[in-house]
């Protein structure tokens, strides 16, 4: 797609905001400079009466609704900033739907013989119609020939062209506003449209997504505080993905709630768990858990769908993040600005006392708080605040983890409004740490490394790399160096089976 078709659509796009006063809300006239107010009010005039009604916030989620794949994601992804758009603003946002009316069933079953290369016949002994019809795709119960009942999602014909012009639009409209507006700059806002682009591009091969739904499923049954279905491999193509079906009713529903016997505050304890052991212990998370994607069976049983997105993070960050959480915990601030600076987070040449200092400032206010005494837009909006100060900016490998990171955290409240969530983190941000920063595992390290210096130096010796540079040690040296390398090896099993 040319630039000059995308700066069309992109002012199409900008026309629907102003009509909705979506482009300068009115609600921020009184923090805009003389030259920015007249601008806003002469935009204003373009408004139509009915598209402007509600709050900015749903204002921007009704356009963004209309732009397609790209608009939907994208305004998810900024419902995730209630630091810099506030939280009311981040709700509405995050309350974006993309409920489309369904392609028809015979469109949908040439799909799938399209895709898996078979008559639906051969695979399934009966297709419903769909029941759930988003932006990309939607779902069709079915019944496999052993009469197992399951889920098809089919792609909707077209989504790539439509996909690829939304993103051609985006990536502009990212490169204006860097040049533009300096102040949003901090957003990283090309970065930020390229994960909204690149996870959309994974949607878009469900055969990715099958693997994903796969691992998933086996990470998730090591700890069980939330299960997945079962990929039905036959039945999965670029195109067409078959899962066994979710029982349970979806967290969306208002009646989930009130199933007999179900416990609302273990559920939400385990939704935290489930998200932070799938993180920290494994490095991949479902990066999508609103209400739709959950089920839940009494008396507190999780179980995920649509794994379209998925998180992944380094053994490193995992690291800083369990460094950050567990200093949050047990409020040492001092360990938490420490682990930003080491992370990179914050630039060297800002003060780590001063961090702290600033750190403690927000923290200490909410420590201990239930959930429902806390604003956590107030809280994220402080952290904000001082975070530009010390110049941190937006990291963008970790944008979809802060995203579920808010999605978990509001979908817990909608639970239990009484949940901690400090208290729910706490055992597997302990284990985490036990088992990856304890001294235990610091002389694991060692000995590791220990392993792999001497098992490079045999290997340099086999190849002649060290004998120009390297005096052979005699029989009597050689005893010696081998006396200190196995006492030292010797000394840190030692060391660990005391810490044991």
């Given at each position: 797609m040319s630039d000059l078709a995308a700066f069309g659509r992109l002012i199409g796009a900008a026309w629907r905001l102003v009509r909705a006063d979506a482009l300068i809300p009115r609600e921020i006239d009184h923090l805009l400079p003389p030259a920015g107010l007249a601008a806003a009010k002469a935009l204003r005039l373009f408004s139509g009466r009915a598209a402007r009604s509600g709050r900015p916030g749903e204002r921007v989620a009704r356009v963004l609704e209309t732009l397609g794949p790209a608009g939907i994601k994208l305004g998810q992804l900024l419902s995730t900033r209630a630091d810099i758009f506030g939280d009311v603003f981040?709700?509405?946002?995050?309350?974006?739907?993309?409920?489309?009316?369904?392609?028809?069933?015979?469109?949908a079953r040439a799909e799938i013989a399209r895709s898996l290369g078979v008559a639906p016949e051969a695979l399934f002994a009966e297709i419903?119609?769909?029941?759930?019809?988003?932006?990309?795709?939607?779902?069709?119960?079915?019944?496999?020939l052993d009469g197992r009942k399951v889920a098809i999602k089919v792609l909707r014909p077209g989504i790539e062209e439509r996909v690829a012009r939304d993103a051609a639009t985006a990536a502009l409209a990212a490169r204006l506003v860097e040049r533009w507006a300096p102040p949003a700059r901090r957003l990283e806002p090309r970065a930020l449209v390229a994960t909204v682009v690149r996870s959309l591009q994974l949607e878009l091969d469900l055969r990715l997504e099958a693997g994903g739904a796969s691992e998933l499923k086996d990470v998730m049954a090591l700890d069980g505080y939330m299960a997945a279905p079962t990929v039905i491999w036959e039945g999965v193509g670029k195109r067409v993905l078959t899962l066994t079906w979710a029982n349970g009713m979806a967290l969306s529903d208002p009646a989930a709630l009130d199933l007999p016997g179900v416990d609302r505050a273990s559920t939400a304890i385990k939704l935290v768990q489930a998200f932070l052991a799938q993180a920290l212990d494994h490095g991949v998370f479902h990066a999508d858990l609103h209400e739709g994607n959950l089920f839940l069976e009494a008396p507190d049983r999780l179980t995920a769908v649509d794994f379209g997105i998925i998180g992944r993070i380094s053994p490193g960050e995992r690291k800083y993040l369990a460094e950050i959480l567990w200093g949050f915990i047990n409020r040492d601030y001092a360990r938490v600005a420490q682990t930003h600076f080491d992370a990179g987070y914050v630039p060297?040449?800002?003060?780590?006392?001063?961090?702290?200092?600033a750190l403690r400032a927000v923290g200490e206010p909410v420590a201990g708080r239930s959930a429902d005494a806390v604003s956590m837009g107030r809280l994220l909006t402080q952290l904000f605040e001082i975070t530009a100060l010390f110049e941190m900016r937006l990291r963008p490998e970790?944008?979809?983890?802060?995203?579920?990171?808010?999605?978990?955290?509001?979908?817990?409240?909608r639970l239990d409004p009484n949940l901690d969530l400090w208290e729910a983190a706490?055992?597997?941000?302990?284990?985490?740490?036990?088992?990856?920063?304890?001294?235990?595992?610091?002389?694991?390290?060692?000995?590791?490394?220990?392993?792999?210096?001497l098992r490079a130096i045999i290997q340099m010796a086999d190849r002649d790399v060290v004998a120009p540079v390297i005096v052979v040690p005699d029989?009597?040296?050689f005893g010696l160096l081998w006396f200190l390398v196995g006492g030292l090896v010797t000394a840190a099993g030692f060391l660990?089976?005391?810490?044991l």
């Open positions: 981040a709700t509405d946002l995050s309350h974006l739907k993309d409920h489309l009316d369904p392609f028809p069933l015979p469109l419903e119609p769909a029941i759930a019809a988003a932006s990309i795709a939607q779902a069709h119960p079915a019944r496999l060297k040449h800002q003060s780590v006392e001063l961090f702290a200092q970790l944008v979809l983890l802060q995203k579920t990171m808010v999605a978990v955290e509001g979908v817990g409240r706490k055992p597997i941000v302990r284990r985490y740490i036990a088992r990856e920063l304890s001294p235990i595992a610091k002389t694991r390290e060692y000995l590791d490394d220990i392993r792999g210096a029989r009597r040296s660990a089976a005391e810490l």
